[in-house]
């Protein structure tokens, strides 16, 4: 399966600013939130919110994106900005 980048995504992935970091919210299938975690910790990144949906809300640097990307069970990235992100306990949160 395919891992789907929106449009913002793709740019960054292609064209990344040095030492900038990028929200974002990542879909994923198969991966325990143990192995997600522990790999945006390795790309200098946190994992800030398990949201609804298999989803959880990261940030990472721009950087890293393209690793990101390669990582097996990633479903869809997509930048946080473009989403109404809201945890698992249904509270809303401000992604910006």
């Known amino acids: 399966m395919s891992t789907y980048l929106s449009h913002p995504v793709r740019r960054i992935r292609e064209e990344p600013a040095d030492g ?3 929200e ?3 879909e994923q299938r198969d ?3 143990d192995t997600l975690t522990a790999t945006v910790e390795e790309l200098s990144g946190t994992v800030e919110a398990e949201l609804q949906f298999d989803c959880y ?4 640097p721009e ?3 393209g690793d990101l990307y390669e ?3 990633i479903v869809r990235i997509e930048t946080a900005e473009t989403l109404s992100v809201a ?4 509270v809303a ?3 910006e």
Request: charged share 25%.
């Open 24 to 26: 974002l919210v990542v």
């Open 63 to 65: 950087t890293a994106v």
């Open 87 to 90: 945890p698992r306990d249904g």
């Open 31 to 33: 991966i325990a939130t």
């Open 20 to 22: 900038e970091h990028v």
């Open 71 to 73: 990582l097996d069970g």
């Open 57 to 60: 809300l990261i940030d990472i």
């Open 93 to 95: 949160i401000d992604a």
